[in-house]
């Protein structure tokens, strides 16, 4: 991967993001029209390593997909480049969404493109769906997805003439036809950014429904059988307890946030827990299998040292692991959230400026003593 760029940071990070395929997953009657089961669900294995294929290629060559050159050593974390360069990777599947809603499926053949349509296409604001639906850098983008099956005709010098386009795959046409349909669904049930993960779950349900999402399964869906593990016995241990789950994602990953109760999640009081499908650290790229992450509020250290004290190792190590150098809010006197304690005579520094202070990879035993050290020591 080439690391000199945001984008390819990003692309590395899209395609970590793409779903596993489980073996056994639900297939809605909408969807067997023209296909059997096992044909899509050959389509589809072959259809989600496109999509890894291609964020991985991003992420290598990002000038041969025409993507933006914003340089890490210029350009810093949550600058408007540093953003770009996190929607930039989505545009080859952006210009086949595009493309594929305004057509029609000639089975036999592949996918009939109207012009009119394309070229009167309205993306809408990317602040309504956070994601940029602009058709960008597609002179570049259409010549290069011929590198991965896709034949377009109708296109002169790789840009759209007059006529409609015709789309076909020949190596194997059912994964056009399965990608058409899950355009379809994308479009018609709102939601394209499970399309551009290659969601198993948009087979699920009808054309126009989506019943997931809402819950743990956003983390659950995109973490491994181990960590799904952990993922579903944190969640069930809090809501035992009374907690309220919401979603909580962003640029930068998804996740699920637990509040003391419903009020303070629709409110803006902070989250107790928040568990996210990889760390905060856009500088080091994570590449371990597992990434999912557990924040734990806590404002009072002194408040839990008695109790660490009596903990296993692994629990001390939350707290005296690193000390950090804080954000910019620290260097001027001015941070309001960061925490500053001590231990075994030793001062530590943890900035909860963006999250909450500690930010770990969880441990299936020690749940009952992230929930503990919680108690104690969220309030200052």
Not at 244 to 261: D, L, Q, R, S, T
Not at 300 to 312: F, G, I, L, T
Not at 341 to 349: A, F, H, L, T
Request: aromatic residues 12%.
């Amino acid at each position: 991967m080439n690391q000199e760029y945001w984008v390819s940071i990003w692309a590395k990070r899209r395609q970590d993001e793409v779903i596993h395929t489980p073996y056994n997953y639900i297939i809605h009657e909408d969807f067997l029209k023209h296909m059997d089961k096992d044909e899509i669900k050959t389509s589809f294995l072959e259809l989600n390593s496109l999509f890894r294929y291609i964020y991985s290629d991003i992420a290598k060559y990002p000038k041969e997909f025409g993507m933006p050159l914003y340089s890490k050593d210029e350009y810093r974390l949550f600058s408007k480049e540093w953003r770009d360069s996190g929607q930039a990777p989505y545009r080859p599947f952006i210009l086949l969404y595009n493309l594929l809603i305004c057509g029609e499926i000639i089975y036999g053949t592949g996918v009939a493109v109207s012009i009119q349509k394309y070229k009167a296409l309205k993306p809408p604001p990317k602040h309504l769906s956070g994601i940029d639906q602009k058709i960008r850098q597609s002179q570049v983008l259409f010549k290069k997805l011929t590198d991965y099956g896709f034949v377009f005709d109708g296109l002169k010098n790789n840009k759209p003439a007059t006529g409609d386009i015709i789309i076909t795959y020949p190596d194997n046409p059912a994964i056009l036809y399965l990608l058409k349909h899950l355009v379809d669904k994308a479009y018609c049930a709102n939601c394209l950014e499970d399309f551009l993960c290659c969601h198993f779950r948009l087979l699920q349900n009808d054309i126009k429904t989506v019943d997931y999402g809402t819950d743990v399964d956003i983390i659950s869906d995109r973490v491994t059988d181990e960590e799904r593990k952990i993922v579903c016995a944190i969640d069930s241990h809090l809501k035992d307890r009374g907690f309220f789950a919401k979603p909580y994602g962003g640029i930068e990953c998804h996740g699920v946030a637990y509040y003391h109760n419903e009020k303070d999640a629709n409110s803006k009081k902070p989250y107790s827990f928040r568990i996210t499908t990889r760390g905060m650290d856009f500088d080091v790229p994570d590449d371990s299998l597992k990434k999912m992450r557990l924040q734990l509020r806590i404002r009072n250290v002194s408040k839990c040292v008695e109790y660490v004290e009596s903990c296993p190792d692994s629990i001390k190590q939350i707290f005296t692991e690193y000390s950090d150098d804080g954000c910019g809010n620290r260097e001027r006197s001015s941070c309001k959230h960061g925490i500053e304690y001590e231990i075994d005579n030793k001062n530590y520094w943890r900035c909860a400026c963006c999250h909450a202070a500690f930010n770990i990879k969880p441990e299936l035993a020690n749940i009952p003593h992230y929930i503990k050290l919680v108690e104690l020591g969220e309030k200052k």
